[in-house]
């Protein structure tokens, strides 16, 4: 039985092996983990489709193939695989000694020439999503990269190989000419043998903690999200007084049928939605030198794992929802992602983010962009503190539940006065807005 390549969403034409969780001659149960792969968006275990022996391991941890590739074969007792491939010697013409039909792989034929071979390749050149993403941020010409992929085509792993020898710094040192007066110069003295630098973990004692793959694509992904986009932060002071009067008239009335709490963040995600659309270019993507601003609005749902992981699934067009329509939304999805059941495309496609501390109490959140959307917004702890208030008969002190908003913005896409102006509305959206009528 072959084990194929997954298709890990509807744009996704390849993925990487991470990890193989059985080897060569392991027996395996159906559905029991075979093996991990990744794209640039998510990660996904891949279960064994039956149950047999491993007997061939075809892609290597660290490869990307395409969808579709054969992976491994795990043998099933009783059954012979055969393959388009291979070719089959009859038992009637095989040696007497052989029990069953004996599979021969005929030899790989090779182009006649290089040149014969670059025409080829560049004529049947395919980039995936990601592929022609990481060709497109750095610059290069494809037709100079080498593809190590199926049938040549190019790999994830090949662009980062040239962009990490792009990227090896050349010294060029200009050296001045002092004619005569260099003859009496003296030598230099000869500088002492600088020591093997070592890293942390070789002083440091404790317990080394392999990133997983969660942990390793999110730190990818950030890493690239800072090195892309020029940061900035704005915040502002939310009153959620209007907010909470519809929460508590509803209190009992939503869990009674709901089964879960109505909480603060789906009328914040409401508020956003009813801004972006005042300020589209909130909800948009840099593209080389231009901005697409995107019609619907999918809503990234920031979700932690157990303190042990981030994901960020997607509510698809979340412009037409309600508040009550938001609040299940999140629900559903946020359940599913800490049951590791969310599918690739769920985690794919976003055009905005929100990101909610707030449960932990913190004060504000400078949030990395996920790329390559063009703003965040950070949600953090909504407490009870007292406030001035202006009215007509002079100012008073209150006390309200107040929490701050935090976005951090591309620079490249906005401006602070624009961004600033949104979350101005965001702002009175929330402190104004009759909620009721959405519960």
């Not at 109490?361 to 790329?371: E, F, K, S, V």
Request: charged share 25%.
């Amino acid at each position: 039985m072959n084990v194929l390549m997954p298709q890990l969403g509807e744009t996704v034409a390849e993925g990487t092996v991470s990890v193989w969780h059985k080897q060569v001659g392991d027996v395996v149960e159906k559905n029991e983990i075979l093996l991990d792969v990744e794209t640039d968006k998510a990660a996904v275990e891949v279960p064994a489709p039956v149950a047999g022996v491993v007997s061939e391991i075809r892609v290597a941890a660290g490869q990307t193939v395409d969808v579709g590739v054969v992976l491994a074969i795990i043998a099933v007792p009783g059954e012979v695989e055969l393959e388009p491939y291979e070719e089959i010697v009859l038992e009637s013409e095989a040696p007497k000694d052989l029990p069953r039909p004996t599979l021969v792989q005929p030899p790989i034929a090779e182009p006649a020439s290089l040149a014969q071979a670059a025409v080829g390749r560049s004529e049947r050149l395919k980039l995936s999503p990601v592929v022609r993403r990481l060709i497109a941020e750095n610059e290069l010409d494809p037709h100079a990269i080498t593809g190590t992929g199926r049938d040549g085509r190019i790999t994830r792993s090949d662009v980062l190989s040239v962009v990490k020898i792009s990227e090896e710094p050349t010294v060029n040192v200009a050296v001045p000419d002092f004619g005569a007066a260099a003859a009496s110069l003296p030598e230099p003295a000869p500088e002492p043998a600088a020591a093997p630098a070592r890293s942390v973990a070789e002083n440091a004692s404790g317990e080394r903690i392999e990133f997983d793959r969660i942990r390793r694509l999110t730190a990818e992904h950030m890493v690239r999200s800072k090195t892309t986009s020029p940061h900035v932060l704005q915040a502002i002071e939310v009153d959620f007084s209007a907010v909470d009067a519809a929460r508590g008239a509803a209190r009992e009335r939503w869990w009674r049928e709901r089964g879960y709490s109505l909480t603060y963040l789906p009328f914040i995600s409401r508020a956003i939605c009813l801004a972006i659309k005042e300020f589209p270019r909130i909800n948009s993507s840099v593209d080389g030198d231009g901005l697409i601003v995107h019609k619907e609005l999918n809503l990234a749902i920031a979700v932690a794992l157990d303190l042990e992981g981030l994901v960020a699934p997607v509510i698809f067009n979340a412009g037409d929802l309600t508040v009550s329509g938001l609040a299940q939304r999140i629900f559903e999805i946020s359940r599913k992602a800490r049951e590791h059941k969310l599918s690739p495309d769920e985690l794919t496609g976003g055009t905005y983010t929100i990101t909610n501390n707030g449960s932990f109490g913190t004060l504000i959140t400078a949030p990395i962009i996920n790329q390559p959307q063009v703003a965040i917004l950070s949600v953090d702890g909504i407490k009870k503190r007292p406030v001035v208030i202006e009215a007509p008969g002079g100012d008073a002190i209150a006390i309200r539940p107040m929490g701050i908003l935090a976005q951090s913005f591309d620079h490249r896409a906005i401006d602070g006065a624009y961004s600033g102006a949104f979350l101005a509305r965001v702002q009175e959206l929330l402190e104004s807005k009759d909620w009721t009528a959405e519960i």
